[in-house]
């Protein structure tokens, strides 16, 4: 099994521009999540989707969408990058009570 | 969700038991203790996970006080493998619903050969 899958694992853009991380789990989760981790801040809640068709909002929404397409897939869009969003972003997934599977990871610059 | 509180940073010398502590005071009944680590950047690995019963797997040992306010992740003979920061949360079980957490900034163990 893969378990989360992230693309593209690193990034740069300029501010203003846009783009989508994908983020696709084979393990049949209900939920799934996004993160952004900064240095000396943890790891920060952005959105996350409960179930197919829900999303809601985590910690720090602001400048992001994202959308639930399916079971499989939890995408996060940029729809215009700003310097502060340069981070690491995780996706995320859980059933249940067992806990979360997390991808490798994007690595996002905004110049 | 329950927050909790961990040391910033510890050492431990290779060989030996790493004892990680978390402080989980505000735990409410149907809410359990995982425990994750991070490796340099990747994404976070589940450890291990209890309610009140200590538990054991091939990584770690967990050890929940009887009031279950606090918790221990032993990792019995740590590696330098093992530097890594390890994150303790809490969160509720709820069948088919989401669970919505934020990871704190964990601590940082650094295994000294």
């Known amino acids: 099994n893969a378990g989360v899958t992230q693309t593209p694992k690193f990034q740069v853009l300029k501010t203003g521009q846009s783009m989508t991380l994908q983020c696709a789990q084979d393990?049949?989760?209900?939920?799934m999540y996004w993160y952004r981790q900064d240095p000396g801040m943890g790891l920060r809640l952005i959105y996350y989707?409960?179930?197919?068709?829900?999303?809601d909002k985590g910690e720090v929404p602001n400048g992001y969408n994202v959308s639930r397409l399916n079971k499989r897939e939890f995408s996060l869009r940029l729809e215009s990058a700003a310097p502060s969003q340069t981070s690491v972003y995780f996706c995320?997934?859980?059933?249940?009570?067992?806990?979360?599977?997390f991808g490798s990871g994007t690595r996002l610059t905004v110049v | 969700d329950a927050k909790t509180t961990q040391p910033t940073s510890m050492d431990c010398a290779e060989g030996r038991a790493a004892n990680l502590p978390c402080n989980h005071s505000?735990?409410?009944?149907?809410?359990?203790v995982y425990w994750y680590r991070q490796i340099h950047s990747q994404g976070p690995q589940y450890i291990i996970h209890?309610?009140?019963n200590n538990e054991t797997n091939e990584m770690a040992s967990l050890i929940i006080t009887e009031d279950r306010k606090s918790s221990t992740l032993i990792l019995p003979h740590a590696t330098l493998r093992d530097t890594a920061v390890y994150y303790c949360?809490?969160?509720?079980?709820?069948?088919?619903?989401?669970?919505?957490?934020?990871f704190g900034i964990g601590t940082k163990l650094q295994v000294i050969p």
């Open positions: 505000t735990i409410s009944g149907n809410e359990y």
């Open positions: 995320a997934s859980s059933k249940d009570r067992y806990g979360y599977t």
């Open positions: 989707s409960a179930s197919e068709g829900t999303t």
């Open positions: 209890g309610l009140k």
């Open positions: 393990m049949n989760h209900n939920s």
């Open positions: 949360i809490v969160r509720a079980s709820n069948s088919g619903g989401y669970q919505k957490v934020t």
